[in-house]
């Protein structure tokens, strides 16, 4: 009697798709921790863009100058907004990445489960077998004497 979990074929599949599901996570993960770096360039640099203003305008500074202010911290803030929105999409995409890899190791765990229980009642069939067997010898040992 031979030992074979016949779904095998099906939980390699099951573990294939957790371990994608995975790495695709830990990519996007990646991508979030990028995008907090640079949003968090982009919010030094408006905060220099503001000291920089308030400096130049206790010095005095033209009209010239202050609209070219204006429109550089109003290029960073539109900027910082376009940033937010891709993380906010990004944010979202991971928690359907979450999701799905929750979904695989699901699929997966109970399968695994599924091997365990069929793996235990063949231990428990072979020793009944064994069993069975030990009894026959003792049957035929004892009719011998």
Do not use: C
Request: charged fraction near 35%; avoid cysteine.
């Amino acid at each position: 009697m031979k030992n074979q979990f016949k779904l095998q074929p099906v939980l390699n599949y099951r573990q294939t798709l957790e371990d994608h599901a995975r790495q695709d996570l830990g990519r996007s993960l990646r991508k979030e921790a990028e995008l907090m770096e640079q949003i968090q360039m982009e919010e030094q640099d408006l905060g220099a863009l503001y000291h920089d203003l308030a400096a130049r305008q206790q010095q005095g500074v033209s009209t010239d100058e202050l609209l070219l202010y204006h429109h550089r911290i109003s290029s960073k803030i539109e900027q910082l907004a376009h940033l937010a929105d891709r993380m906010d999409r990004l944010r979202d995409q991971i928690v359907r990445k979450r999701e799905i890899l929750a979904d695989a190791a699901r699929d997966k765990k109970l399968l695994e489960k599924l091997k365990e229980k069929k793996n235990l009642q063949f231990q428990q069939e072979l020793k009944r077998r064994e069993t069975a067997m030990l009894d026959e010898i003792a049957v035929q040992f004892h009719r011998r004497f």
